[in-house]
T-cell receptor, first 110, second 115 residues
Framework: GQSLEQPSEVTAVEGAIVQINCTYQ??????LSWYQQHDGGAPTFLSY????GLEETGRFSSFLSRSDSYGYLLLQELQMKDSASYFC???????????FGTGTQLKVEL | EPEVTQTPSHQVTQMGQEVILRCVPI?????FYWYRQILGQKVEFLVS????????KSEIFDDQFSVERPDGSNFTLKIRSTKLEDSAMYFC?????????????FGPGTRLTVL
């Protein structure tokens, strides 16, 4: 089977930097994706890592270590609108299905 | 910007009834997916679809579920006899092609409530 672990909640202040970790156990691994979801909304793609290292997209960066089965999402210059749930998801299988983690609820405070 | 659309946004049905959830994927995408999310829980994969056939399905996707691409634009999920535990948000997603940098784009979801 496949499993992904994330912290359930993280709280940070506006302007700060926060890191959300994800550890996974899976077979047939293609890569690790990160999605943002606001309450009641659709998951929105943020970042993807197929290879080890850091990928940077604006204020968001994502890191992957395949040997450690570990990744993280780094959010910089936090804004109130970043308050949402963040999911890591592994891509596996011929159709690149996504298996999602349990999600981390990020609360950004003033 | 092209987007995945889903109808209806909210469906209420009685236990045992059939429901059909509809999705219009992004027009040049080839791979289609259904996921569901029970309130307060993680998003779960149901099924993937390519070239007019199911490429992979999860344990959740039992004989009560079916998918179809009846024409060149729609992608549907049918639940034959709904159960209370089918109450969830159902998301459709589509993807342009297999490749490292391609992402899945999710629709806004259909909230299914089974009474």
């Amino acid at each position: 089977g496949q499993s992904l672990e994330q912290p359930s909640e993280v709280t940070a202040v506006e302007g700060a930097i926060v890191q959300i970790n994800c550890t996974y156990q899976t077979s047939g691994f293609y890569g690790l994706s990160w999605y943002q979801q606001h309450d009641g909304g659709a998951p929105t793609f943020l970042s993807y890592n197929a290879l080890d290292g850091l990928e940077e997209t604006g204020r968001f960066s994502s890191f992957l270590s395949r040997s450690d089965s570990y990744g993280y999402l780094l959010l910089q210059e936090l804004q109130m609108k970043d308050s949402a749930s963040y999911f890591c998801a592994v891509r596996t299988g011929g159709g690149n299905k996504l298996t999602f983690g349990t999600g981390t609820q990020l609360k950004v405070e003033l | 910007e092209p987007e995945v659309t889903q109808t209806p946004s909210h469906q209420v049905t009685q236990m045992g009834q059939e429901v059909i959830l509809r999705c219009v994927p992004i027009s040049n995408h080839l791979y289609f997916y259904w996921y569901r999310q029970i309130l307060g829980q993680k998003v779960e994969f149901l099924v993937s679809f390519y070239n007019n056939e199911i490429s992979e399905k999860s344990e959740i996707f039992d004989d009560q579920f079916s998918v179809e691409r009846p024409d060149g634009s729609n992608f549907t999920l049918k639940i034959r006899s709904t159960k209370l535990e089918d109450s969830a948000m159902y998301f459709c997603a589509s993807r342009q092609r297999l490749g490292e940098l391609d992402e899945q784009f999710f629709g806004p979801g259909t909230r299914l409530t089974v009474l």
